[in-house]
């Protein structure tokens, strides 16, 4: 028999049959894994959230035939979009990577690579927002005119990695400084607009941003000038005089 070929790896025997005559089994024994050849997801990298460790992805070495092939390679596991990255050493053939932490939400995939194998990518999973912390301006008040409408200001909950919270619906005020100007808005898809502020005082301003349990924001400084000329006014009070003889 010269044509026994075995491509799983593990232990034998081996028992021949004829018709009519009493079989015979072999004695036990291996078959171990051919070279190394390439990597393999065996646990494939879940959904998470921004700023919390994926549960642990599993990457194996193994041979052509799909064995794991014992040793302490390293292995490197990289993101796409770029951004994390860990390099583990592979023990028997296993390399377990549990501290992977993506800060940025966004669709990933992992690739996983080593020197002279053939690496290999994992599917893509998904990062979500954290929890609501913290409040951001991400459209700035502009320098408008006393009495003109300011062009609108958007207010943005976020995570603590500064990620969109688009589930919030938080009552957020927008208060100016110096006071004159208060308002409140309820965020949509996390996403607070205000597009009602209107400044009767020349000066120079900004604007904070505030709602219950959530870290405040404050607007760049502003300017409003005064509008075109409409009235005239005493600005200083003439008292009534005696004129003597």
Known sequence: ???????VAGSYTLSASSSGLTGATSNSFTISPANATKLVFTT???NGVAGTALSPVV??????YGN????????TLTSSPGGVSSTVAAVNGVATVSNLVFTAVGNYTLSASSTGLNGTTSSSFTISAGNPAKLAVTVEPVNSIAGVTLPPVVVQVQDANGNLVPSSSASITLTSNPVGVSTTV???GGVATF????FNVAGSYTLTASSNGLASATSNSFTISAGSPSKLAFSTDR???RLNS
């Open 44 to 46: 494939q990298p879940s």
């Open 239 to 241: 008292k009534s005089t």
């Open 195 to 198: 597009s009602n502020l209107v």
């Open 59 to 64: 990457v194996q070495v193994q041979d052509q």
């Open 1 to 7: 028999f010269s044509n026994l070929v075995f491509t």
């Open 68 to 75: 794991v092939v014992t040793g302490t390679n390293s292995v």
């Open 186 to 188: 309820t965020a949509s």
